[in-house]
T-cell receptor, first 110, second 115 residues
Framework: GEQVEQLPSILRVQEGSSASINCTYE??????FPWYKQEPGENPKLIID?????ERKQTQGLIVLLDKKAKRFSLHITDTQPGDSAMYFC?????????FGSGTQLTVMP | NSKVIQTPRYLVKGQGQKAKMRCIPE?????VFWYQQNKNNEFKFLIN????????QIDMTEKRFSAECPSNSPCSLEIQSSEAGDSALYLC?????????????FGEGSKLTVL
């Protein structure tokens, strides 16, 4: 199986709070897990990624956690701002391609 | 700004017409992917190349699309006979190492509308 499940599909948070998005994957050979942010009318942009030799990675208000045993990885956006409002996609490698989750529409309310 | 260049940004075709999109991958990236993103934001993998060779393509692509990545020319994806369900954003991405080890960088996309 090569599915990537992403939840929640819709997430609304108050400005300044944190937002969490969770993904699970099936391919136990997967070793690279990127996260993309896509704003309306624009292309997906890579914002952070984590490789399987790490359990945690943090950069500029973004934290990614990876639990290989559970085949689960998550994105945490700390201190959310209105500019964080966008679609977020997780992805994991399939046999030849990246398989994307179904996306999370994040809205940060002022 | 994206280093993967896609043209055109928008195209409008009638059913049965050909629709061709082009992609210049980031310099030095040998792996190129094409994805279709529908109005529900779902990504569908279409085909990928390493240098000029097709690595994998889905059945739909094999039957109704033609795609190539010639050396020293842009990659291209062409729908031979457009259908209404082909209306979507077509995203090209390139990678230095491939999906399992390398980062994919997307172009701005070509938004196809089939009337």
């Amino acid at each position: 199986g090569e599915q990537v499940e992403q939840l929640p599909s819709i997430l609304r948070v108050q400005e300044g709070s944190s937002a969490s998005i969770n993904c699970t994957y099936e391919n136990s050979a997967s070793n690279y897990f990127p996260w993309y942010k896509q704003e309306p009318g624009e292309n997906p942009k890579l914002i952070i990624d984590i490789r399987s030799n790490m359990e945690r990675k943090q950069t500029q208000g973004l934290i990614v956690l990876l639990d290989k045993k559970a085949k689960r990885f998550s994105l945490h956006i700390t201190d959310t701002q209105p500019g964080d409002s966008a679609m977020y996609f997780c992805a994991a490698p399939g046999s030849w391609q990246l398989i994307f989750g179904s996306g999370t529409q994040l809205t940060v309310m002022p | 700004n994206s280093k993967v260049i896609q043209t055109p940004r928008y195209l409008v075709k009638g059913q049965g017409q050909k629709a061709k999109m082009r992609c210049i991958p980031e310099k030095g990236h040998p792996v190129v992917f094409w994805y279709q993103q529908n109005k529900n934001n779902e990504f569908k993998f279409l085909i990928n190349f390493q240098n000029q060779e097709v690595l994998q393509q889905i059945d739909m692509t094999e039957k109704r699309f033609s795609a190539e990545c010639p050396s020293n020319s842009p990659c291209s994806l062409e729908i031979q006979s457009s259908e209404a369900g082909d209306s979507a954003l077509y995203l090209c991405a390139s990678s230095l190492l491939g999906a399992n080890t390398g980062q994919l960088y997307f172009g701005e996309g070509s938004k196809l509308t089939v009337l």
